[in-house]
């Protein structure tokens, strides 16, 4: 992690994917998130994947470097406790993020009352505040219809979820620019972020909607091609399968040297009266190059392979499984700077990432654990609130909050 955002604080109520990581994401850029949670926790803290005991990788992934208190905020006493630690005074306090219903006590105006600069970001899965995941998303956008071999009729879903992931970036970069304004002006606000609005504006922005709303023609699932250029996947005589790209001029040249396949491309071309020097008739002759270049894959063994595309300038990349990705591919390991191994308590020791971003005036810092459930609870309450040991004993023996086991 590296520490840009020291001595920012940010109070921080979710579940599942979007907003943890929208929280993540500061906290691993040196901000003090504070996570809070039920006693026990949330809805999400078993959520798989987990270990043999049943931790689950999935939450302890997702809050990476963060705080956390337990609090029973059904009681009031613990909604009180919440509410003072949201809305405390300091420049670099009063931040709130959540993906949790935005009313009663969670209210904007109820906690704006307390403090009236307060910055608030509320996460809903539609503009109209209903429930949405990005399951349920992408499934409305259309992707899942040209996701596939194009062999079946059924739309295919793809397993990660994109919208989740690209909101969580939308939710720290709105936290950070309200901030800002907040500096500039000493106005708060309340941030709304609608997940399905995170799809659409994505699906706009290039130019799918457009698309269908000009285009007129339906696009189609199209296997391992690109659309609207060239691109697939080869396999090798020892069965390993690479994926090559020829998007810029210069890529394409280096497949067409490389498998020495100039001769039999300029007589695809003048046969199908097209230049393949241009993106679009690339992929319109898109078959007919696979059925050219196969042959030379076929013929020679992957690290043989690799040697000569990677030797032509050639853009392409190995498929492996996320296993064969952690075992033997050294991006994936500590020869990369960006990650580091954890030892992560509860779970074990394995390979994190920090923030991808490499700012060059910062020295990179260890990465921090998630927190135990609770973790944080007395210290919080102490350091944060001001309350006595006497006052936080009161408040465990109630039940009102709880520390870690």
């Known amino acids: 992690m590296q520490?840009?955002?020291?001595?920012?604080?940010?109070?921080?109520?979710?579940?599942?994917?979007?907003?943890?990581?929208?929280?993540?994401?500061?906290?691993?850029?040196?901000?003090?998130?504070?996570?809070?949670?039920?006693?026990?926790?949330g809805i999400d803290y078993g959520r798989w994947p987990v270990t043999a005991s049943g931790a689950s990788l999935?939450?302890?992934?997702?809050?990476?470097?963060k705080r956390s208190?337990?609090?029973?905020?059904?009681?009031?006493?613990?909604?009180e406790l919440l509410?003072?630690?949201?809305?405390?005074?300091?420049?670099?306090?009063?931040?709130?993020?959540?993906?949790?219903?935005?009313?009663?006590?969670?209210?904007?105006?109820?906690?704006?009352?307390?403090?009236?600069?307060?910055?608030?970001?509320n996460l809903t899965g539609d503009r109209h505040g209903g429930t949405a995941l990005d399951y349920t998303v992408n499934c409305k956008v259309g992707l899942p219809f040209i996701t596939g071999d194009g062999q079946s009729p059924e739309p295919v879903n793809n397993p990660f979820p994109a919208w989740d992931v690209i909101a969580g970036q939308q939710i720290a970069i709105g936290l950070l620019a309200a901030e800002r304004h907040r500096r500039l002006t000493g106005e708060g606000q309340l941030i709304k972020l609608a997940l399905a609005d995170v799809a659409l504006a994505t699906m706009g922005h290039l130019g799918y909607l457009a698309e269908a709303e000009l285009g007129g023609a339906r696009r189609q699932p199209l296997g391992n091609h690109i659309f609207g250029t060239f691109g697939h996947d080869f396999v090798c005589r020892d069965g390993r399968r690479i994926m090559l790209v020829g998007v810029s001029p210069n890529q394409w040249q280096a497949i067409v040297e490389v498998t020495a396949s100039a001769g039999k491309l300029a007589a695809l071309e003048a046969q199908q009266q097209l230049d393949l020097r241009k993106e679009g008739d690339r992929f319109r002759a898109?078959?007919?190059?696979?059925?050219?270049?196969?042959?030379?894959?076929?013929?020679?063994?992957?690290?043989?392979?690799?040697?000569?595309?990677?030797?032509?300038?050639?853009c392409w990349g190995p498929y492996q499984t996320l296993a064969e990705l952690v075992a033997t591919d050294p991006d994936c390991s500590q020869d990369n700077p960006l990650?580091?191994?954890?030892?992560?308590?509860g779970i074990g020791n394995y390979l994190t990432p920090s923030q991808p971003l490499a700012f060059t005036g910062?020295?990179?810092?260890?990465?921090?654990?998630a927190p135990l459930l609770g973790q944080h609870t007395d210290e919080i309450l102490a350091e944060e609130l001001g309350l006595s040991s006497?006052?936080?004993?009161?408040?465990h023996d109630e039940g009102i909050v709880a520390g870690s086991d």
């Open 83 to 121: 509410t003072e630690l949201i809305t405390a005074p300091g420049p670099d306090k009063g931040m709130f993020l959540t993906n949790f219903p935005a009313k009663s006590w969670l209210a904007y105006e109820s906690l704006c009352s307390k403090r009236e600069d307060l910055v608030y970001l």
């Open 3 to 41: 520490s840009i955002l020291k001595g920012m604080r940010l109070i921080e109520g979710s579940a599942f994917v979007a907003a943890p990581s929208g929280g993540m994401t500061l906290a691993q850029l040196g901000a003090d998130v504070i996570r809070f949670d039920l006693i026990g926790g």
């Open 390 to 395: 006497a006052e936080i004993g009161r408040l």
């Open 286 to 314: 898109r078959q007919s190059i696979v059925d050219i270049l196969s042959p030379w894959f076929a013929a020679r063994d992957y690290g043989e392979v690799a040697r000569l595309l990677d030797a032509a300038g050639a």
């Open 339 to 345: 990650f580091q191994r954890l030892e992560q308590p």
């Open 69 to 79: 208190i337990a609090v029973d905020f059904r009681q009031p006493a613990g909604r």
């Open 362 to 369: 910062l020295a990179r810092e260890d990465n921090r654990p």
């Open 58 to 65: 999935y939450w302890h992934s997702l809050n990476k470097g």
